[in-house]
């Protein structure tokens, strides 16, 4: 309970219903370790918070860029909602200190890794959303996506990488880069995909995401990062 207390206070929510922070933060591995426990795991809570965190990035996006139209606004919420920038979130609020665990999935360093965080910094939203309504939810939520928000529009990283390492494969190979999913994990409803883009039978780049698209983009972008650093021919 003090750890509840703490990370709540960390937040800046004061939980009426703190069982909703503690199902927040509880992995199935957990349970699956502790089968008498009252609690119950955070999956119910993630598939909420999904549709939370998708709402509130993409009203943000909406009022603050009034003129942008819908591609680019689509690819700007797919860059802030992606696994790596929702696990980016949860490490900003030291969340993966007060997970609770099974011992397997913690020495296999469950506490590090980007789909549980993210699929956890989705249960605590849910969480709040459920205990204070949606703007409590935004007020977490929208602090942690202005900074990143900046980063990815700076650095570009909501582009379409996909057409535009196509155009340099095109132009340096004569072929068009493929892309084959190798690999995902999670459950149905929160599954992290990894995806390799190839040109010809080299893997010029592996990305991963909440959704096949997102984890080819990622994938077009390391592949660009090599591209720009291999020598001219």
């Known amino acids: 309970m003090d750890d509840l207390l703490t990370f709540s206070e960390n937040l800046g929510v004061t939980f009426r219903d703190v069982s909703l922070l503690s199902r927040a933060l509880t992995h199935r591995s957990y349970l699956n370790e502790n089968p008498g426990s009252v609690l119950e795991d955070n999956e119910r809570l993630e598939f909420l918070g999904d549709a939370v965190i998708d709402f509130v990035v993409a009203g ?20 802030l909602v992606r696994a790596e920038s929702l696990a980016g979130f949860a490490r900003q609020i030291d969340l993966g200190r007060y997970l ?10 469950g506490r590090e890794r980007t789909p549980l965080l993210c699929a956890t910094f989705e249960a605590v939203a849910g969480a709040i959303y459920l205990d204070h309504g949606l703007e409590q939810a935004r007020a977490f ?17 909501y ?34 995909f990894t995806v390799q883009v190839l ?6 780049g592996e990305g991963r995401g909440r959704s096949k698209q997102v984890a080819a983009q990622a994938a077009a972008a390391e592949a660009i990062r090599r591209a720009e650093a291999a020598p001219e021919e």
Not at 102 to 108: I, P, Q, S, V, Y
Not at 141 to 151: F, G, K, S, T, V
Not at 199 to 204: A, H, K, L, R, S
């Open 100 to 109: 609770r665990l099974g011992l397997g999935e913690e020495e296999n360093g």
């Open 199 to 204: 040109v010809g039978p080299e893997v010029w």
């Open 60 to 79: 943000f996006l909406y009022h603050r860029f009034p003129e942008m139209d819908e591609g680019d606004l689509t690819a700007l919420r797919a860059a």
């Open 159 to 192: 582009k379409d990488a996909k057409s535009e390492f196509q155009v340099w494969a095109q132009a340096r190979y004569n072929v068009t880069p493929h892309y084959r999913v190798s690999g995902s994990e999670g459950p149905d409803h929160a599954r992290t």
């Open 141 to 157: 939520i929208e602090p942690l996506i202005r900074p990143a928000l900046e980063q990815i529009r700076a650095e570009e990283l």
